[in-house]
């Protein structure tokens, strides 16, 4: 969760939320990750002299968007923030941005999605 009044924040978000000039209590966003962890196989191996362990063998794509090192089959990044940063967001359209999902909530309360 980042507000420009109270949180101090690098890289293009804090630009974004500078230049909205948005009045207090519209000048934040929130941005998280979603991660998701399939199994390909699970295999038994020797552990010990007299037993055996089950270890899981996950579905990572090398050749996928992600950094093989992500941890996760796959990764959503997502960020939801007032009407006027998005405006600016959206004006600027920082690198990093691009396949970000993205929820606006209107000054009428409701939340849609870009």
């Known amino acids: ?3 420009h009044a109270y949180t101090h924040q690098n890289g293009p978000l804090r630009d974004v939320l500078a230049e909205a000039k948005a009045p207090e209590g519209q000048d934040w ?5 979603e991660e998701e962890l399939l199994s390909d196989r699970v295999i ?4 010990g002299w007299f037993s055996t362990v ?5 579905a990572l794509d090398p050749m996928g968007n992600q950094l093989p090192d992500m ?5 959503v990044r997502s960020i939801i923030l007032p009407q ?3 405006q600016v ?3 600027h359209n920082p690198p990093g941005f691009m396949g970000v999902r993205k929820f606006v909530v209107s000054s ?4 849609l999605q870009y």
Do not use: N
């Not at 038994?44 to 552990?47: D, L």
């Not at 009428?108 to 939340?111: I, K, P, S, T």
């Open 1 to 3: 969760m980042y507000s």
């Open 29 to 33: 966003a929130m941005v998280w990750t």
């Open 44 to 47: 038994e191996e020797k552990e």
């Open 54 to 58: 089950e270890r899981q063998i996950f």
């Open 71 to 75: 941890g996760a089959t796959r990764t």
């Open 84 to 86: 006027r940063p998005y």
């Open 89 to 91: 967001l959206e004006e």
């Open 108 to 111: 009428a309360g409701r939340v």
